[in-house]
C-alpha cells in the first residue's frame, strides 16, 4: 500500500520531534553532570608539597648501604624554603652541610627533580643540577625520577658512570617525607617525620 504524500510529512515530523527530543536529553543531562574534571596525581602531588611550604622537618638516614656509614648518626633537616607555581626549592641539610637542594619543577610534561649543589662559598659544585623527569603519573603520593640524559653525560665526563641508571624518588604521605636514590646495588634513602614541624634552619650555602 502506497503513502500519501500526507503521510509521508507525518512521518517526518514525527522523526523530527523525536530526534529533537533525544538531542535535548543529551544535553539535559551534559548541563547536569557539568565538565568532567581530570585527576592529575602529578598536580596534586606538587599541591601537597607546596601546602609544606615554609616549615622544615627533622629526618634520619633509613638505608643502609655501607657507602653512607658516615651519614647515619648525623641530624637531618628538610626545609621546604621557597615555592611557586612551578618550582619548590627544598634545601636538605646533613648536620652542619649545607650544600645540598632539592628543586621540583613543573614541566610541560610532568615534574622533574633537580639537585643543586654548592660549596660554602656559594660556587656550585662540578656535579651539580643533575637528576632526572618522571616517566609515568606517579601517584599523589610518590613520584619517580629516571635519570635524564643531560645528567647521563654529566656523570660520564666526571666519571660517576655507575649513576648514569639512577632513579630518584619522592614520597609524601601525611606523616613522611622521602628522599630516595636507587640503582643497582645502591640504595640511598631519608625520611622526615612532618607531623612535627621544627625551626627553620640557616638558609642553604650560597642563598643570603
Known amino acids: 500500500m502506497s503513502m500519501t504524500v500526507q503521510d509521508r510529512d507525518g512521518h517526518a515530523a514525527m522523526r523530527f520531534v523525536a530526534t529533537s527530543f533525544v ?3 543529551i544535553f539535559l ?24 611550604c615554609g616549615k622544615a622537618y627533622s629526618g ?8 653512607d656509614a658516615g651519614m647515619l648518626q648525623k641530624p637531618m633537616i628538610m626545609h621546604v624554603r621557597e615555592c611557586d607555581t612551578q618550582t619548590i626549592r627544598i634545601p636538605f641539610h646533613v648536620a652542619d652541610d649545607r650544600s645540598r637542594t632539592w628543586v621540583v619543577e613543573r614541566t610541560a610534561f610532568g615534574l622533574r627533580l ?3 649543589h654548592r660549596h660554602e662559598d656559594g660556587n656550585e659544585d662540578a ?29 660520564r665526563k666526571e666519571g660517576l658512570d655507575a ?23 645502591r640504595l640511598f634513602r631519608v625520611e622526615f617525620d612532618i607531623t612535627r614541624p621544627i625551626e627553620t634552619p640557616l638558609p642553604p650555602w650560597g642563598v643570603d
Open 163 to 185: 649513576s648514569v641508571t639512577n632513579i630518584w624518588t619522592l614520597e609524601l604521605t601525611d606523616r613522611i617525607f622521602a628522599y630516595q636514590l636507587s640503582r643497582e646495588n
Open 114 to 116: 633537580k639537585h643543586d
Open 60 to 67: 634520619k638516614l633509613v638505608s643502609s648501604d655501607a657507602a
Open 29 to 52: 543531562l551534559a548541563s547536569c553532570v557539568g565538565p568532567r574534571s581530570v585527576y592529575d596525581p602529578q598536580q596534586a602531588f606538587f599541591d601537597k608539597l607546596s601546602a609544606l
Open 127 to 155: 656535579v651539580s643540577w643533575y637528576g632526572g623527569e618522571t616517566r609515568n603519573r606517579g601517584t599523589v603520593t610518590r613520584q619517580e625520577f629516571s635519570v635524564d640524559t643531560q645528567s647521563v653525560d654529566m656523570f
Open 23 to 25: 538531542v535535548f536529553c
